[in-house]
């Protein structure tokens, strides 16, 4: 239930602007409907000593729904992880990324993620093992303007995690999130 409450605050807070009254000022601003494809590295450590480091390579889909200005980008975010040895693994988070407004085709951006990340598996001695810790990171990327309304996203990202689940004396710690992904973006002017 905190989960929820978090996700309709910060849905809440993203959006208040668009309540405001009318006054002099004008933006330039956009609601923005994203869809993300990635390929990621997951890093996971575990056992005794000596620490096993295990690696997963695995592809992902998201969600993504936000607003831009002229120079900022915000974005709230669900993305689901296709690990085959895991029952589940997802994350939900945030993206305020600033803009590098280099040509009337491309931006450039560099932006700081943050949110919580959910994993389950079972591992080789049949625990269940299950972290639900929030992440914290960066990206960069280009964002590439097909039509008006239509954008191509082409970016990397990092999502450090520190988590640790410590079971029957063995511990997982789960480390970091690398990827590069694709979205493509629908933006819809604002008036």
């Not at 993206?95 to 560099?110: C, G, H, M, N, R």
């Given at each position: 239930m905190k989960k929820i409450n978090k996700i309709i605050l910060a849905t809440l807070l993203s959006i208040s602007p668009l309540l405001a009254d009318d006054s002099k000022y004008e933006y330039n601003s956009s609601s923005l409907v994203?869809?993300?494809?990635?390929y990621n590295n997951f890093k996971v450590d575990y056992g005794e000593t000596p620490v096993v480091e295990d690696s997963y390579n695995y592809s992902s889909g998201g969600l993504k729904i936000g607003a831009q200005t002229?120079?900022?980008?915000?974005?709230?975010?669900?993305?689901?992880?296709?690990?085959?040895?895991?029952?589940y693994a997802y994350?939900?988070?945030g993206?305020?990324?600033?803009?590098?407004?280099?040509?009337?085709?491309?931006?450039?951006?560099?932006g700081v993620n943050?949110?919580?990340?959910?994993?389950?598996?079972?591992?080789?001695?049949?625990?269940t093992r299950t972290i639900a810790?929030?992440?914290?990171?960066?990206?960069?990327?280009?964002?590439?303007?097909?039509?008006?309304?239509?954008?191509?996203?082409?970016?990397?990202?990092?999502?450090?995690?520190?988590?640790?689940?410590?079971?029957?004396?063995?511990i997982y710690t789960f480390n970091s999130i690398t990827s590069g992904y694709m979205s493509i973006i629908f933006k819809y002017q604002m008036d």
């Open positions: 994203g869809v993300e494809f990635a002229d120079n900022y980008r915000i974005f709230l975010s669900a993305r689901n992880m296709q690990i085959s040895e895991f029952d994350t939900l988070g993206e305020f990324q600033y803009l590098f407004d280099t040509s009337k085709y491309v931006d450039f951006y560099l943050a949110g919580q990340a959910e994993i389950k598996f079972v591992d080789a001695s049949g625990v810790d929030p992440y914290y990171g960066g990206d960069i990327g280009m964002n590439i303007h097909v039509t008006d309304g239509i954008d191509v996203e082409l970016g990397a990202r990092v999502m450090t995690l520190n988590a640790e689940n410590d079971k029957e004396d063995v």
